[in-house]
């Protein structure tokens, strides 16, 4: 957030300034191919530009998300330390927030971990939604192979529908650990699986509010 967006990116906003008109507008078939040729240069992940469903939000889709997978007073789960808007999430939309804690890291410096038996000790018979950060704001977690199918394991189990935040997804430091999302990682998740994206994080433009589910 500290650095200008692209130059690509401030003279394609130009040019939409130039264009003048400014009223309502909705996801071109251009958009939505853009993200399937990103998905797959960048993840490997072939995505079909049918599943996309385009928000204002990343954080507005996670409401959503509980509004439509769940009942209200059912309960809606997720691990912390979190990104503050996550917690708000049950309140917001009446649903029972339900948390359970990373595993904090063992040694000065080390990672925080997906403690999957703190998780399943959280998951009630009420609990219908997990929403999911990956990668993870705030530990700065990039999730191994392994923790992310024993989540999915769990999902399946328990018939939770899983959001996976994967705003920062474009962020990675580390070469070696390239993104892999959640639902290529887990096809079998397909069935219950949102994955939430946007170009807001990777070039700076969360202020002009466009997200993908
Ligand atoms: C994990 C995570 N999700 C969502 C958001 C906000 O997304 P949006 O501005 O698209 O609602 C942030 C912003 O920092 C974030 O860190």
């Excluded at 998300?65 to 996550?86: D, K, N, Q």
């Excluded at 999430?89 to 040694?107: C, D, K, N």
């Excluded at 000790?121 to 700065?140: D, F, K, S």
């Excluded at 959001?163 to 999302?181: A, G």
Aim: glycine letters at 6%; charged letters at 20%; proline letters at 9%.
């Amino acid at each position: 957030m500290d650095f200008r967006s692209p130059p690509a990116v401030i003279e394609a906003l130009h040019r939409r300034v130039d264009h003048g008109v400014f009223g309502y507008a909705d996801a071109t078939p251009a958009l939505r191919d853009t993200l399937c040729r990103w998905s797959e240069h960048h993840y490997g992940w072939q995505i079909d530009a049918a599943w996309q469903c385009w928000v204002p939000g990343v954080v507005p889709a996670l409401h959503l998300a509980a509004l439509a997978f769940s009942e209200p007073g059912e309960g809606v789960l997720t691990a912390t330390p979190i990104y503050p808007p996550f917690l708000s999430v049950g309140r917001h939309t009446g649903r029972e927030a339900q948390t359970f804690e990373l595993a904090p890291p063992a040694t000065p410096g080390g990672d925080w971990r997906l403690d999957l038996d703190a998780m399943e000790a959280a998951i009630r018979p009420n609990t219908r939604v997990l929403l999911w950060c990956h990668p993870h704001n705030p530990t700065g977690r990039v999730w191994d192979v392994d923790e992310l199918r024993g989540l999915a394991e769990l999902a399946r189990r328990h018939a939770l529908i899983v959001v996976s935040d994967e705003l920062h997804c474009d962020l990675i430091l580390d070469p070696e650990r390239p993104h892999q999302p959640l639902g290529l990682l887990c096809p079998e998740l397909a069935e219950r699986l949102i994955t939430l994206w946007a170009p807001s994080k990777t070039f700076n433009i969360a202020g002009l509010s466009a997200a993908c589910r």
